[in-house]
């Protein structure tokens, strides 16, 4: 999985910021249309899509909205409208961030590595009655430790960070196991059991991990 997407149909300050982010250690990939970039998401993921909004076909506007319908990813909109109308359009379909070109790489890193360290740096997630300790990888619920496996708690911490939001069973696969991985789909069907065997009250009427029929799953 990419830390960050670059949407960017320029391709010498496409490969720049790339060049950039990958010295500050991200892993980045970078594409030139929105299709690619909404390809690449739904396969992948991302926590951070940079979008240019003037691409070929699909414009940066539609990939923000697409995106912004299955996940809580941080968007982040680059473009060289800075009319009001343009920014506040963005703000409105899904973006947490609008920055204008031409933009100082500089401030542009910065901020990136502000969002990633405080959107997805956080030592602990407490939601209801779970604690996930992202440091040790280990899961407390109503104050009771629970063994959990590196998968079910990448995948619980996955559903918990986009909690009220429908994953695609595609997309939770292909985060957590990646989409060369050997492991079947169903194995996905497998863990979401034993969590909430883990988790709900009562396993066979799930009131936090909540199955959305011929999707996906979801937190609530």
């Not at 069907?189 to 959305?212: A, G, Q």
Request: aromatic share 8%; hydrophobic share 35%; charged share 30%.
């Amino acid at each position: 999985m990419p830390d960050i997407i670059i949407v960017e149909d320029n391709r010498e300050i496409g490969t720049l910021l790339c060049d950039f982010l990958r010295k500050e250690n991200y892993t980045v990939s970078l594409v030139d249309t929105g299709e690619k970039a909404l390809q690449i998401f739904e396969q992948y993921g991302a926590n951070l899509v940079v979008i240019d909004i003037g691409l070929p076909g699909v414009d940066g506007y539609s990939v923000c909205s697409k995106i912004r319908e299955t996940s809580n990813a941080h968007i982040m909109i680059a473009t060289a409208r800075d009319d009001k109308e343009s920014t506040l359009k963005g703000l409105q379909i899904g973006a947490d961030d609008y920055i204008c070109k031409p933009y100082d790489i500089d401030i542009l890193i910065a901020k990136i590595n502000g969002i990633f360290k405080r959107k997805y740096a956080l030592d602990e997630i407490v939601c209801d009655n779970l604690k996930l300790n992202n440091v040790t990888q280990t899961l407390t619920v109503n104050q009771t430790p629970v063994n959990v496996t590196e998968k079910e708690f990448q995948l619980l911490k996955l559903l918990v960070e986009n909690k009220g939001t429908t994953l695609k069973k595609e997309y939770l696969f292909n985060r957590i196991w990646g989409s060369d991985s050997e492991s079947e789909p169903q194995t996905l069907t497998v863990h979401i059991k034993w969590l909430r065997e883990k988790i709900e009250k009562d396993s066979k009427k799930p009131k936090h991990i909540i199955t959305v029929w011929g999707t996906g799953y979801r937190y609530e």
